[in-house]
């Protein structure tokens, strides 16, 4: 059975549209990431598959049960992370987990042993109020408080963000170990550094899909050549490459511009051409990344 | 039960770690009725009088001093002449002047007629009215006192007496305002803020996406507010028994239970209010706007309801404030039992079911 499954959803705030046409489905034990810049629908599809908005049309099931009807028993088995840090800041670490335990019928030290590897990280500070907790704990502390009762399925709305580097990369660590233990899991975040790490990725945009691929294979299917372009004078570079005809796109990357041209591989030596007044001019191929897909579908869905 | 209880507790936890909720919930109440009880008043005492006496002989000077021993008046100026009168008043000091014209006993033995003035600043008609019937009822006094056992051949013989409030107590009317006034504010206002702070914080969401049901996060959240609502009732019961003397003549059992049923009703209101709000400000506006002005004004408390007119007096009767105050009166200074107040209390009862039933309708399992 498929723990999640997602057919046609549309759902519109006034005349917003949040979510259109959106159809995917979450293997069991699977990591779906659900990728998109601020306001593209992820929430509003995290709300809809924890029932806590109706989606104006299609439908959706969470392990089996439907969103709209049984949603009683869609609460009582799913672990959910909203957006926005919610767990009470006055209470301390241990008594948001013991409270979150209890109203889920079941006890910390029942299901100690999925929550033991992030909570040996917080623990420490257990008596700490939880408004008093860094951005990378309060977001351990919400996942242990979602992880208690053992869910078969974990909503994780933008976990990372607002999390500093170091905390990121454990928090996914320990996604990675949840799957292992066989939870399936969806996951959204802005940062498509963390694409690579999922199964599956859904690239979402203005509340449209793009792709749904692994990470290799949206990868993979972006098959321009692409070059890595830097030089001293980084914002001139930048004007020139866009002025440049052949240019069909051209994105800041870290310290390089990614370039993509309209004439494919038989363009390079042109451009080696035109980009010699550079001074410091380094140039070579690299291969596309997530980021590279997602500007590059969604400049395709602007057009 | 076990959830129950762990959101009860948790709950707690919220109330006692936020010192403003505290200050609210216990220290307003004492407060307040401290504050009514003592300052807002009607009662008129050491009002400060001035005392021209021409006359200065011994009958004068007794007048005088009757008046001054009297509580109500606190003789501060001894004037010289006529003149000084408007000077006086205009100082603002003065409430009350009081002119004895030569010969006092002289004239009142022999001519059997003794003329005095009583001036009073009448800005405020309300405490001129009342300190002119002070003064007039002391210098009656005195006349009878002076005439001894002088008899006239006819008579009406007036026997005033001030049933249920015998010394005139400002303070029994003010006391079950006050009550209902404070118990209306905490559990409408306290409830309304605590669920809408849920809202606010994203929590609720979480709470919804679990296995508790509506009303029990309604109920968890309220059965602490009731406990401590009606810990609050009995420390301003308490307050208006030994400190300001109310007395409790009808059954405490009774009075307690009418205590409770109030709490319900006004709790029962904060959940509506919480139904249909979604920020804390929202929710205390309208439990501040919508719940404390009609309260001090439309349910009898201040102004009596009978000199308003009718469309006010009819409104008055959806303030669960106005049913409770006539509860109080009557258990507390008439001593009736429940046959007596059955009416009031059925009409708070049938709110308390009302906006209970409304709450529940109009209470989001989701978040739009």
Redesign the interface.
């Known amino acids: 059975m498929q723990p999640i499954i997602i057919n046609n959803i549309d759902k519109k705030f006034g005349d917003v549209k949040a979510l259109n046409n959106v159809s995917f489905s979450v293997e069991e034990g699977e990591l779906f990431g659900l990728i998109g810049p601020d306001g593209a629908g992820k929430s509003t599809l995290f709300?809809i598959l924890?029932?806590?908005?109706?989606a104006d049309k299609g439908s959706a099931s969470v392990m089996g049960m439907d969103v709209v009807k049984d949603?009683k028993k869609i609460?009582?088995s799913?672990g959910?992370m909203?957006g926005?840090?919610?767990?009470?800041?006055?209470?301390s670490i241990e008594?948001n987990l013991?409270?979150?335990a209890?109203?889920?019928?079941t006890t910390v030290e029942q299901n100690y042993d999925l929550i033991k590897d992030i909570y040996v990280q917080i623990e420490p500070f257990k008596k700490r109020p939880a408004g008093k907790l860094s951005g990378g704990m309060k977001q351990k502390l919400a996942l242990c408080?979602a992880l208690v009762h053992k869910p078969s399925v974990l909503f994780l709305d933008e976990p990372t963000t607002g999390v500093d580097p170091v905390s990121r990369k454990e928090f996914w660590e320990m996604l990675q170990r949840l799957r292992e233990k066989g939870i399936a899991i969806l996951v959204s975040t802005p940062y498509m550094d963390e694409a690579v790490l999922c199964d599956r990725v859904a690239l979402i945009q203005k509340g449209e899909l793009m792709d749904i691929n692994t990470p290799e294979g949206i990868v993979r299917r972006f098959a321009q050549p692409m070059w890595a372009v830097g030089a001293g004078d980084r914002y001139r570079l930048m004007q020139d490459l866009r002025s440049y005809e052949d240019t069909a796109s051209c994105y800041a990357f870290g310290e390089y511009l990614h370039v993509t041209l309209k004439s494919g591989g038989a363009g390079e030596d042109a451009l080696c051409q035109y980009l010699s007044p550079h001074q410091d001019l380094t140039m070579f191929r690299t291969s596309a990344g997530i980021e590279d897909c997602f500007m590059y579908l969604m400049q395709e869905q602007n057009q | 039960m076990?959830?129950f209880l762990?959101?009860i507790?948790?709950e707690f936890?919220?109330i006692f770690?936020?010192r403003r909720t505290l200050l609210i919930l216990f220290g307003m109440p004492v407060i307040q009725i401290i504050l009514f009880g003592y300052a807002i008043t009607n009662e008129i005492r050491n009002a400060e009088i001035a005392v021209l006496d021409q006359s200065n002989d011994y009958y004068s000077s007794r007048l005088v001093q009757k008046i001054g021993a009297s509580g109500y008046f606190k003789i501060t100026t001894a004037l010289q002449s006529e003149k000084e009168i408007t000077e006086a008043f205009r100082a603002g000091h003065i409430k009350v002047a009081l002119v004895i014209p030569k010969n006092f006993g002289y004239n009142f033995y022999h001519n059997h007629k003794a003329p005095v003035q009583l001036i009073t600043d009448a800005s405020d008609p309300n405490s001129a009215t009342t300190l002119l019937n002070y003064a007039t009822a002391i210098v009656g006094n005195y006349q009878q006192e002076m005439s001894g056992q002088l008899k006239l051949p006819l008579t009406i013989d007036v026997h005033p007496r001030m049933q249920y409030n015998p010394a005139l107590k400002g303070v029994f009317m003010f006391v079950p305002g006050v009550m209902t006034l404070i118990l209306m504010l905490v559990s409408a206002m306290m409830t309304s803020i605590t669920i809408t702070r849920e809202k606010e914080?994203?929590?609720m969401?979480?709470?919804?996406?679990?296995?508790?049901s509506p009303g029990m996060i309604i109920v968890g959240k309220v059965v602490p507010y009731i406990i401590l609502s009606f810990i609050n009732a009995l420390v301003i019961l308490s307050l208006g028994v030994f400190l300001f003397g109310m007395p409790v003549k009808g059954s405490l059992l009774l009075l307690l239970m009418e205590c409770g049923l109030f709490v319900l009703t006004a709790l029962s209101l904060g959940i509506l209010i919480s139904t249909i709000t979604a920020s804390q400000q929202a929710a205390m506006m309208i439990s501040m706007v919508g719940l404390l002005m009609p309260t001090v004004l439309l349910s009898g408390f201040v102004f009596p309801l009978e000199s308003m007119p009718l469309p006010l007096q009819m409104f008055a009767n959806i303030l669960p404030a106005k049913w409770f105050i006539i509860i109080l009166k009557d258990v507390m200074l008439k001593g009736s039992g429940l046959l007596a107040v059955w009416k009031p209390t059925a009409v708070l009862l049938g709110m308390t079911v009302f906006f209970i039933a409304l709450s529940v309708r109009n209470f989001k399992?989701?978040?739009?």
């Open positions: 709300r924890t029932t806590l908005l109706l949603y609460r009582r799913v959910y909203p926005r840090f919610s767990l009470y800041q006055d209470l008594e013991r409270f979150f209890t109203i889920f019928n408080c | 076990l959830q762990a959101f507790k948790k936890y919220h770690r936020d914080t994203g929590t969401e979480i709470l919804l996406v679990s296995p508790l399992t989701r978040l739009s």
